[in-house]
């Protein structure tokens, strides 16, 4: 099997679902983050994470899932993508279920498939890098039965991620080093983070994984039989085709993550170390450190005025005249204004709760 061969047999999975909680207003249940305009740059993050596969991965074969709220505004954003290929999940499950579901699909075109999960609401800036780091990890995780995990190398002690501890050196390829994983760690606290990064050998664990969907579903019927069983019995009905089937089995399947289902449990995971340039941009207040400032420090659109103002992130569509104000978040959209603290950013999650609560479902 030659290195060429192997990227032709490369299928890419981008998660794509998604309730549009921490971007409220601006985002919504049928507009999460990864489908926002122009908040993160130019297009939506979505737009740009099939984009930088382009040249290794096509966009035939490229799946992507979803839930129904979504699927057809997904197929607008990305024409290229095969409609069968952009699957609505009829229920949240987490994500090993339907990355088993993912597996399957893949075997149906290519017994051979290698398969390669991307988070469709992260931000990369330094994208050969994150192209590198792919060809390296499909190459090694051709092997049936390797895992891997593409590692960031962490830029601050951040205690919202989870952690990868890694421990010798297996490989070098494509001019990126590949470890063998010791152990995942749960998000930790603030002094047990600072350890980790002033260790050396942990990474943050961004929910990007490779591997042969072979080796996938074979891991899935030894840690979740039932669950496996349950994926088995909708592939052989014709698999996510059959909404039928999949409308009744997969709700029932457990709801749990691929990484407390699968990969903290194999047996032979590796991680490539890599520095791409990534932010998970998990609140406003991160969309504000990510882009350019006025010489107040206000992020700030060009039709809008700071009077002794300073630290603001302001986004709008009407005028706003921002006086004697420091470190907001102000967001503006037909229907709803949110004004905030931006070292609060965390907490708007906290106010759409409430909106839920209170039952004013036109704002969700």
């Known amino acids: 099997m030659t290195r060429d061969t192997i990227f032709t047999q490369a299928y890419a999975v981008i998660l794509a679902g998604g309730s549009g909680t921490r971007f409220w207003p601006a985002s919504r249940r049928e507009r999460p983050k990864q489908l926002l305009e122009g908040v993160f740059g130019d297009g939506t993050l979505l737009e740009r994470a099939a984009e930088r596969i382009q040249g290794l991965i096509p966009p035939e074969r490229t799946f992507v ?5 979504l699927k057809d505004k997904i197929a607008a ?61 499909l190459r090694w995780a051709w092997t049936e039965g390797r895992s891997v995990l593409i590692g960031l190398k962490p ?16 490989a070098q390829l494509e001019g990126e080093k590949l470890f063998r994983v010791e152990s995942f ?16 050998d942990y990474l943050w664990n961004g929910g990007m994984f490779v591997w042969r969907a072979s080796t996938l579903l074979a891991n899935l019927r030894r ?18 085709q059959n909404t039928k089937t999949l409308a009744r089995i997969y709700p029932k399947l457990e709801k749990i993550s691929i990484d407390y289902a699968v990969a903290e449990k194999a047996d032979e995971v590796y991680v490539v170390a890599a520095d791409l340039g990534w932010s998970d941009v998990g609140s406003w207040s991160e969309v504000y450190a ?13 039709r ?61």
């Not at 760690?185 to 050396?200: I, L, T």
């Not at 840690?223 to 996510?240: D, H, S, T, W, Y």
């Not at 229907?335 to 708007?348: C, G, H, N, P, T």
């Open 155 to 170: 830029a601050s002690a951040h205690t919202g991620f989870g952690y990868i501890h890694r421990s010798e050196l297996v």
């Open 223 to 240: 840690f979740k039989p039932q669950m496996a069983r349950g994926l088995e019995r909708i592939a052989q009905a014709g698999g996510a």
């Open 77 to 137: 954003l990305l024409p290229r993508v095969p409609a069968s290929q952009i699957v609505a999940e009829p229920a949240a499950r987490n994500t090993a279920p339907s990355l088993g579901l993912a597996a399957h699909e893949i075997l149906r075109l290519d017994p051979e498939g290698l398969m390669v999960v991307l988070p469709s609401d992260h931000l990369i800036t330094k994208p050969a890098v994150f192209r590198r780091a792919l060809r390296a990890s």
């Open 290 to 302: 990510l882009r350019s400032k006025d010489a107040q420090e206000n992020v700030r659109p060009q």
């Open 304 to 364: 809008s005025l700071c009077l002794n103002a300073e630290g603001n992130l302001i986004v709008a569509g009407k005028f706003v005249a921002a006086v004697g104000v420091r470190d907001l978040i102000i967001v503006e959209t037909p229907d709803a204004i949110l004004v905030a603290d931006r070292k609060q950013a965390q907490e708007v999650g906290k106010a759409v709760a409430e909106i839920e609560r209170h039952g004013w479902k036109d704002l969700l």
């Open 65 to 69: 899932f979803t839930n129904t709220l």
């Open 185 to 200: 760690r749960e998000k930790p606290k603030a002094p047990v983070a600072a350890k980790y990064v002033a260790a050396g």
